[in-house]
């Protein structure tokens, strides 16, 4: 399965500098295309690969106290106009399914290949007056995954809940150690018209603090959830396989300091 997401990031963070007090308001654009490859091995008992490619582009511009344009004659150490592009971490998973009764259950473990690029301690670094980069696109570190399923059918309705987690047991040769993520999810898929589907879905996720050498630091990802709900529209389109595009609105952010804010998550995604 094949898929494209993309939107727009807002992300304010105030920050003292030479110049003053300066509030730095910086957008992202992110686009990340994900595959995953999927293989029976026997009834019940399948293998996965993940892996996947992300474009982050920043712009920045800054603010006075009383949030008016200002231009920094020699720039910033903290945040720059850039444009980011390599491979996000992959994942190799062992998946496990079950009919009981009228349910379907499923379960999956595995861990995650530390392919995504990292950085050094940002905030090391700027504690010493030192240019420094804050995105990156991987843990550093191999992360055990796990995750559950259920589903069954009531009439023409499909309902699937999952749960997954990936926690993270230790820190990267940076020092870096994100914080463990836990996903859960709810959707309920009814045919349309034409071969057409709807589904309409509920996501909840929330990632603890990162820590740096051992410490949680003052800015970063100081912890944040995440409650979305979804709406997907998707077509089989025969020995081609079928797509789905799917818009996610989040109801619901709790974050921790200066974190992002994103209105929207547009995807496309094609299975086989």
């Given at each position: 399965?094949?898929?494209?997401?993309?939107?727009?990031?807002?992300?304010?963070?105030?920050?003292?500098?030479?110049?003053?007090?300066?509030?730095?308001?910086?957008?992202?654009?992110?686009?990340?295309?994900?595959?995953?490859?999927?293989?029976?091995?026997?009834?019940?008992?399948?293998?996965?690969?993940?892996?996947?490619?992300?474009?982050?582009?920043?712009?920045?511009?800054?603010?006075?106290?009383?949030?008016?344009?200002?231009?920094?004659?020699?720039?910033?150490?903290?945040?720059?106009?850039?444009?980011?592009?390599?491979?996000?971490?992959?994942?190799?998973?062992?998946?496990?399914?079950?009919?009981?009764?009228?349910?379907?259950?499923?379960?999956?473990?595995?861990?995650?290949?530390?392919?995504?690029?990292?950085?050094?301690?940002?905030?090391?670094?700027?504690?010493?007056?030192?240019?420094?980069?804050?995105?990156?696109?991987?843990?550093?570190?191999?992360?055990?995954?796990?995750?559950?399923?259920?589903?069954?059918?009531?009439?023409?309705?499909?309902?699937?809940?999952?749960?997954?987690?990936?926690?993270?047991?230790?820190?990267?040769?940076?020092?870096?150690?994100?914080?463990?993520?836990?996903?859960?999810?709810?959707?309920?898929?009814?045919?349309?018209?034409?071969?057409?589907?709807?589904?309409?879905?509920?996501?909840?996720?929330?990632?603890?603090?990162?820590?740096?050498?051992?410490?949680?630091?003052?800015?970063?990802?100081?912890?944040?959830?995440?409650?979305?709900?979804?709406?997907?529209?998707?077509?089989p389109l025969g020995r081609s396989g079928g797509w789905t595009m799917t818009a996610q609105v989040p109801f619901l952010t709790r974050a921790v300091g200066a974190q992002i804010h994103y209105p929207l998550i547009l995807s496309l995604g094609w299975v086989r």
């Amino acid at each position: 399965m094949a898929g494209v997401l993309g939107g727009t990031l807002t992300h304010t963070e105030h920050v003292a500098t030479d110049e003053g007090d300066i509030w730095h308001v910086q957008d992202f654009t992110t686009g990340q295309i994900g595959v995953t490859a999927a293989r029976g091995l026997r009834p019940g008992l399948g293998l996965e690969l993940v892996a996947g490619f992300r474009q982050v582009t920043s712009r920045v511009h800054f603010l006075t106290p009383d949030r008016l344009p200002v231009v920094l004659p020699h720039g910033s150490i903290h945040h720059r106009n850039e444009t980011l592009i390599g491979s996000t971490d992959a994942a190799v998973l062992l998946h496990a399914a079950k009919k009981v009764g009228t349910w379907s259950l499923a379960g999956r473990a595995g861990v995650s290949l530390p392919l995504g690029s990292t950085v050094v301690n940002p905030f090391a670094l700027g504690r010493l007056g030192l240019p420094h980069e804050h995105i990156q696109f991987g843990t550093g570190t191999f992360d055990p995954l796990i995750g559950l399923a259920a589903g069954r059918r009531f009439g023409q309705f499909a309902l699937v809940a999952s749960v997954d987690s990936r926690a993270v047991v230790y820190a990267n040769h940076y020092g870096y150690r994100a914080g463990d993520r836990f996903h859960g999810s709810g959707s309920l898929t009814h045919p349309i018209r034409r071969g057409w589907t709807a589904t309409l879905g509920v996501d909840v996720i929330r990632e603890n603090s990162e820590t740096w050498d051992g410490k949680r630091e003052t800015e970063g990802n100081l912890g944040r959830t995440d409650g979305l709900v979804s709406l997907s529209v998707g077509r089989p389109l025969g020995r081609s396989g079928g797509w789905t595009m799917t818009a996610q609105v989040p109801f619901l952010t709790r974050a921790v300091g200066a974190q992002i804010h994103y209105p929207l998550i547009l995807s496309l995604g094609w299975v086989r």
